[in-house]
């Protein structure tokens, strides 16, 4: 037997944050403020976007939401392109993101943030990130560099056999004459 679960009882976020509310064209909570510029479909629902709203969003100067199977899915848009790291997250790209990431004919919204905020913890993880792959890249070489040195030397030590051998061999090596 199926257990039902109410819509009321989904939490997709771990770690709760701020309630939203709607009036207007405005979602407000205690300290965010966003600006709903489209909303195709009805598909803006306070409820469930408090639920899979996360603070690491509120770094891009758009919110975009679209629903796919019943469930809401976020991603965050630069305004300009020199801030966008690829060509996705720039809002020009709108356009292609709904006909190639969300269900044909999605319900889907638009938030503007006017005022985005830049997240510190963000930047160190990348750094951190950063310094891991130079110290693997460090590792990696010096391992490389070690075992090229240890393959250069067991050509050279067979090159010197083979040429010994050879040598011995052209000791014992007699011409004879042919008898008649």
Same mark, same amino acid.
């Given at each position: ?14 770690? #709760?944050? #701020? ?32 639920? +899979? ?35 996705? #997250? ?25 005022? #985005? ?11 951190? +990130? ?14 490389? +560099?070690?075992?090229? =040195? ?13 040429? =010994? ?10 011409? +004879?004459?042919?008898?008649?």
């Amino acid at each position: 037997m199926r257990k039902e679960i109410s819509p009321d009882m989904y939490n997709y976020n771990k770690f #709760p944050g #701020p309630q939203f509310i709607t009036f207007d064209n405005h979602v407000k909570s205690d300290e965010i403020d966003l600006l709903i510029l489209e909303n195709v479909k009805n598909a803006f629902n306070a409820t469930v976007f408090s639920q +899979r709203f996360s603070e690491i969003l509120l770094k891009y100067d758009y919110i975009v939401g679209d629903w796919g199977n019943e469930q809401l899915r976020l991603k965050g848009f630069y305004k300009e392109k020199s801030k966008a790291k690829s060509q996705h #997250p720039y809002i020009g790209f709108l356009d292609d993101y709904l006909k190639e990431y969300c269900n044909f004919g999605c319900a889907y919204f638009v938030l503007e943030n006017p005022n #985005p905020k830049e997240i510190k913890n963000e930047e160190d993880a990348s750094q951190k +990130r950063r310094r891991r792959d130079n110290r693997r890249k460090k590792r990696f070489n010096k391992n490389t +560099r070690m075992n090229l =040195q240890d393959k250069l030397r067991r050509e050279k030590a067979q090159e010197r056999e083979v040429l =010994q051998e050879i040598h011995e061999a052209k000791k014992n090596f007699v011409i +004879r004459k042919k008898e008649k």
